[in-house]
């Protein structure tokens, strides 16, 4: 049995992300955590923190794991749904 490797099934990822976002983060919420466990768990790393404590972040290469929206521990700063259809992200083989 061939193993692949984690960047190789990564490069299999496509996005086609909707105008309307999935993730909305409010980051004046953000500014109030001192955890930012957003950063941290998002594999896709498109949680950036700010030097005034906000949080930049850029849904159109999310995949979708709902992993932020789990660890975040400020009520209200992420705002999570599924994408619309035919929208976000989808694998092919490798």
């Known amino acids: 049995m061939v193993k692949t490797t984690h960047e190789e099934k990564m490069r299999t990822a496509r996005f086609k992300p909707d105008v309307k976002p999935h993730i909305v983060v409010d980051g004046q919420k ?20 700010l030097a005034d404590g906000s949080i930049l972040f850029n849904y159109e290469q999310c995949f979708e794991c709902g992993a932020c929206y789990v660890a975040c521990n400020e009520e209200g700063a992420i705002s999570w749904s599924y994408p619309a259809g035919g929208f976000g992200v989808t694998f092919r083989e490798a």
């Open 30 to 49: 953000c500014g109030e955590c001192s955890l930012k466990s957003c950063v941290y768990v998002c594999p896709a790393n498109l949680f950036v923190p």
